[in-house]
């Protein structure tokens, strides 16, 4: 059998070790099978050829079959360029290229045949075309090229002629090797039963398609291979989880749940909030250990379902715990919690990095001996230090800031793991979800609180700052505060704090009045507290910030949102600055200010802002804005495996059809012993070894 994972590349015709050096640093390609799975983004039609004097300079690629009747060289040093002037007796061309005018004057011959390919332009009158493909006419088979592959390159890769025809030309060299069938990665049972084009045909076709047709088979079958693993990987683990690790039973519902619901509860629960507690109970009450994901929008009520879940670990005599990413939040719900257990005989504590000395012993000491009934803190609660009596729930907020390997680290503090839900405000679009958090249970809140009015958003252009600070100082008489948020993006950063310094100036100058505060990331965080503050007790009526306020400050007196050059925002981002307003019962506005010049992309993303207060919808025309490398938060947990061809955006459907087939097969075959299974386990096996990252989002 021909094993391209154990061939090296740098022994392919014309790699050798250098090239090859090149591939590994900015491709990570090393064998022959990194190479073969290293797909084309767009393939091009060669199977024309044009006349010179049917040509303009705005077509696509075209392609020419002439000679080079001379060439010139033009400019000095690093301004140098090679021009050859190329006919095919209709007319003329220039051929230019920037580098590698040596190798070039080297390589090609006047007045031989050549057929080259290329993109033209106009310049000084005259159709040029820059570092074409030239290929001898008497070697190009026309009839074969067809669709024309294009491979990414980096800039290093083309300094050193590697190219996308380079890449096209190695591809030829390992396609031509393989003589027979490689062996098969899906089971004869998939392949028939979802009518799949074999492996080897689909590589074959994917590089070089003899058509159509042939073409998008081709990827379908590789597209369905790799989502399946996906979705395979994820569910055994989850599978296995659920085998090997028991759950606390949560057997009753007893007085201290039922004394909160009759006499503490705020208000109301709506019907989501009531359907997810449910789903919670049914979990605990289960004896399999839960691991849900709780979603919801800003200010939909997930932190009452989580202590209310809460409650019912304390009632079977269980301790809970809950996590927060930041100081900030973590006091925020230290003091929702205690004011929501008003009166009630329950010890809430609260550990931070800056508990310190006796105070954090009397802490330790109360959840050894199981005083201590309820714990609210940041990452400070899984130090090593950090020991309970009997910890039996945890609540984690903002999943993307812990990882995985965090979470397990919370399962070492019991002898069994305790019940964990996972709570985010960063609605994640389905298709998504079932990927990046595939072994967890989801559940959504998606239905406001009672006396919520949703947020009017307008979008405004920033010629009309008049009448927006008219505006503004009518909400601050009437009692109202009022953010001001710029953009902070790395790469501009320098203009991008010069721009928050000028604008909290103007404010300062415009609303002098008032206490103004700033607030950004750069600051230290004494100094960020102190101004959060300010705001928060209501003393300054007006904070201009980064977004480093987009999670957790609950101040419900502010129903202002102005976001500055909102243009520079993703949809997800903006979503979460605007769900920082709204948060009392009065009428709260978002407003979008931006320059007139405004991109496709950008009015589609303001458009939506403007139409839409849904979490979901706002988080799915993300995905397909943005596609999912950039999903804000996905970032950090790291969509842990790399699609190599499958989109998740664009391929949802196929997601979840794979998915179901996926469960289908852990189902039937939880301890991986079938033999018409045997082939599925041992490929999952080999890319759990292979690809590091795998193994990471289990």
């Known amino acids: 059998m021909f094993d391209l994972a154990t061939r090296d590349i740098k022994y392919i015709s014309g790699v050798g070790p250098q090239k090859a050096t090149i591939l590994n640093k900015e491709l990570e390609i090393y064998s022959l099978h990194d190479l073969l799975y290293y797909f084309p983004y767009k393939y091009v039609d060669r199977s024309r050829i044009y006349y010179i004097q049917e040509i303009d300079g705005n077509m696509p690629y075209i392609q020419l079959k002439g000679k080079i009747l001379g060439f010139e060289t033009f400019g000095e040093g690093r301004q140098r360029r090679l021009t050859a002037h190329f006919s095919d007796g209709t007319g003329g061309v220039d051929l230019v290229w920037f580098q590698g005018i040596k190798y070039i004057l080297q390589k090609y011959k006047l007045h031989e045949e050549y057929i080259i390919f290329g993109k033209p332009s106009v310049f000084n009158g005259r159709i040029n075309v820059a570092h074409p493909d030239i290929d001898k006419a008497d070697e190009l088979k026309l009839s074969t090229v067809g669709l024309q592959p294009y491979y990414n390159t980096t800039e290093k890769m083309k300094r050193c002629f590697l190219n996308s025809h380079a890449i096209e030309k190695m591809m030829t060299t390992v396609i031509q090797q393989i003589q027979e069938p490689l062996a098969e990665t899906l089971s004869p049972k998939i392949l028939a039963d979802h009518h799949l084009m074999p492996l080897t045909e689909a590589l074959r076709n994917i590089h070089f398609p003899a058509s159509p047709d042939l073409l998008r088979r081709a990827e379908y ?128 504590e609260l550990l931070t990095g800056s508990v310190k000395g006796k105070k954090r012993q009397a802490i330790l000491s109360g959840l050894l001996t199981g005083e201590v009934r309820i714990l609210i803190g940041t990452h400070a609660v899984i130090e090593d230090t950090v020991n309970f009596s009997s910890l039996g729930f945890v609540v ?126 750069k600051m230290k965080s004494a100094e960020k507290d102190a101004q959060m503050q300010l705001f928060v007790s209501g003393e300054a009526k007006i904070m201009v910030a980064t977004t480093v306020i987009e999670v957790g400050v609950n101040v419900p007196n502010a129903s202002v949102m102005i976001i500055e050059n909102a243009e520079r925002f993703g949809l997800s981002q903006l979503h979460q600055l605007r769900g920082r307003v709204g948060r009392g019962a009065e009428q709260s506005y978002c407003i979008l200010v931006t320059n007139y010049k405004l991109t496709e992309d950008t009015r589609k993303r303001l458009e939506i802002m403007v139409r839409t207060n849904d979490g979901f919808e706002i988080a799915e025309a993300d995905l397909k804005l943005r596609g999912p490398g950039d999903l804000e938060g996905t970032q950090q947990s790291g969509v842990a495996f790399d699609l190599k061809i499958a989109d998740i955006a664009r391929d949802g459907q196929l997601l979840q059809y794979v998915r179901s087939i996926a469960e289908d097969i852990v189902e039937h075959d939880p301890m991986a012993q079938q033999p018409e299974n045997e082939i599925l386990w041992r490929q999952l096996k080999t890319l759990r070894k292979s690809n590091v990252n795998w193994a990471a989002i289990s």
């Open 221 to 348: 079958r590789l597209k369905f291979e790799e989502l399946f693993y996906v979705q395979l990987n994820i569910l055994r683990y989850a599978k296995d989880r659920q085998r090997r690790y028991r759950g606390y039973v949560f057997e009753k519902v007893g007085n201290v749940f039922n004394t909160f619901y009759t006499q503490n509860l705020p208000f109301q629960l709506t019907g989501a909030q009531k359907r997810v507690l449910k789903e919670i109970r049914n979990d605990v009450g289960s004896g399999r250990q839960m691991n849900r994901l709780l979603q919801g929008d800003v200010g939909s009520g997930k932190t009452l379902v989580a202590l209310m879940s809460m409650l019912l670990a304390l009632d079977n005599g269980y301790q809970a715990c809950m996590m927060a990413p930041t100081e900030i939040l973590a006091n925020q719900h230290y003091e929702t919690i205690k004011e929501l257990l008003f009166g009630m005989d329950i010890r809430v």
């Open 396 to 521: 984690i907020d903002e999943q993307h800031r812990f990882g995985v390997a965090q979470r397990a680290r919370l399962w070492n503090k019991n002898t069994q793991p305790p019940h964990v839900l996972v709570m985010t405000a960063t609605p994640i679009p389905r298709t998504l979800a079932m990927t990046l958090y595939g072994d967890l249970d989801v559940s959504v809140i998606d239905e406001l609180p009672p006396g919520r009015k949703p947020i009017a958003t307008i979008h405004q252009f920033d010629n009309r700052r008049e009448t927006l600070y008219r505006s503004v100082h009518k909400q601050i008489e009437e009692g109202r505060q009022v953010y001001i948020v710029y953009p902070l993006i790395k790469e501009s950063e320098k203009i991008d704090l010069k721009n928050l310094e000028e604008g909290y100036q103007y404010i300062q100058e415009e609303f002098h009045k008032y206490t103004v505060c700033k607030v950004h990331g």
